[in-house]
């Protein structure tokens, strides 16, 4: 069935360094995929999507690339605050009338100072 | 715009309890939908909703009721709680379900 499968956390990293959250879905047709943020004791926030394949989403420095060839849409960032500290989501909804989304199981990213 | 709005923020029940779980937009948006969150499980989808009358269940819709008589409102109702339903439900809406959903603060339940 559908599914998204993301790296399990928590990163942790120091201020500047690079970031990669891995994220694969497994889903029928072109889904629509996405990130979300949540930063502590807040909603979900979307952070940036693509809709098609090649497409790069791009938000605060993140960016993601939907690669259809290896059903992924990793999220990377070149330099990472402490204020970057949330939980990092993938999610993917499909293109087919009213699709839900399904969202992977969150990464906990801590950035220390 | 106040957006999408949850209350209560926090609750504690006792098993076989009743309570409803609001949620409330001012967008306008057609689509909304319930969300759990558990460690570790991510977000699952409870029940969800393409208009005013019309809802559908999700992926873990037992032990929960909607129901959408207008647009702005969508409530979650526990008719008789039990300690599995301990999470942080979320509600969000979107103008259509393809468009981005957004995201209320969340609601904290405590079943004992």
């Known amino acids: 069935g559908n599914s998204v499968t993301q790296m399990e956390g928590p990163v942790t990293l120091s201020e500047e360094a690079f970031l990669t959250i891995n994220c694969t879905y497994t889903?029928?047709?072109?889904?629509?995929l996405f990130w979300y943020v949540q930063y502590p004791g807040e909603g979900l926030q979307l952070l940036l999507k693509?809709?098609?394949?090649?497409d790069k989403g791009s938000n605060k420095g993140f960016e993601a690339t939907y690669r259809k060839e290896t059903t992924s849409f990793h999220l990377e960032k070149g330099s990472v605050q402490v204020s970057d500290s949330a939980v990092y989501f993938c999610a993917f909804r499909g293109n087919s009338g009213y699709s839900t989304l399904t969202f992977g199981k969150g990464t906990m990213l801590l950035v220390s100072p | 715009n106040a957006g999408v709005t949850q209350t209560p923020k926090f609750q504690v029940l006792k098993t076989g309890q009743s309570m409803t779980l609001q949620c409330a937009q001012d967008?306008?948006?057609?689509?909304m939908s319930w969300y759990r969150q558990d460690p570790g499980m991510g977000l699952r989808l409870i029940h969800y909703s393409v208009g005013a009358g019309i809802t559908d269940q999700g992926e873990v819709p037992n032990g929960y009721n909607v129901s959408r008589s207008t647009t702005e409102d969508f409530p979650l109702r526990l008719l008789s709680a039990a300690p599995s339903q301990t999470s942080v439900y979320f509600c969000?809406?979107?103008?259509?379900?393809?468009?981005?959903?957004?995201f209320g603060p969340g609601t904290r339940l405590l079943v004992l």
């Open positions: 889903a029928t047709g072109y889904p629509s």
């Open positions: 967008m306008n948006h057609e689509y």
């Open positions: 693509a809709t098609k394949a090649d």
């Open positions: 969000a809406s979107s103008r259509d379900g393809r468009e981005t959903q957004y």
